[in-house]
């Protein structure tokens, strides 16, 4: 007979990726995945100093998150060596079927390094991922399994020289909702 911990508990690893990990739609699905890892106080989507910047990141990459409207001014530290990934402006769709991605046609989006533009790159997942997140997390609400597609404008960079950098980034669905994040990052 299994014991009651084996009936009641539940893998934490969530199902293997439909992309690979390093491909612009695997780090759009880990990017939500980062996001979901973080209950409420820790969201990083919430954070309004950067002091939550470092939870729960890769050891292979730097995520970075924008608002869920509004602007925001963050700090934090980056360990040299790592590439960065974030979103200037993007959508997830929870409960989705496969080709059901939020694709937003009106959207801009706009990003800067040091004064210098970053290309943006529109990065849809019309495979569903599973998301298995902190209870009270900003992508799924729950901690059990959801599939979620994810559309948006995302930028990626080498990793930074090491010293102090100001970065920007923002968008807009061509309507009312804008987003607008400016990160002063110490690389060591």
């Avoid at 739609?25 to 969201?43: I, L, M, N």
């Avoid at 409207?69 to 530290?77: K, N």
Wanted: with cysteine; charged share 15%.
């Amino acid at each position: 007979m299994p014991s009651l911990f084996s009936l009641f508990s539940r893998s934490s690893e969530p199902a293997p990726l439909p992309y690979p990990p390093s491909s612009p739609e695997g780090s759009v699905a880990r990017w939500v995945r980062w996001v979901a890892a973080h209950g409420p106080t820790k969201d990083p989507i919430h954070d309004s100093t950067g002091e939550d910047a470092g939870h729960h990141q890769p050891d292979d990459v730097w995520f970075l998150a924008g608002t869920y409207g509004g602007t925001v001014r963050r700090r934090c530290a980056i360990p040299a060596g790592r590439p960065l990934f974030f979103p200037a402006f993007n959508m997830w769709q929870v409960g989705s079927g496969p080709g059901e991605v939020p694709v937003v046609s009106s959207a801009t989006g706009h990003a800067k390094l040091d004064g210098e533009r970053v290309p943006l790159a529109t990065i849809g997942t019309p495979t569903p991922f599973e998301v298995r997140g902190a209870f009270g997390n900003g992508v799924t609400a729950r901690s059990r399994p959801y599939p979620v597609t994810c559309w948006g404008l995302w930028a990626s960079l080498p990793a930074l020289a090491p010293g102090e950098h100001e970065l920007t980034f923002g968008g807009t669905d061509g309507g009312e909702f804008w987003v607008k994040a400016r990160y002063q990052l110490t690389v060591s």
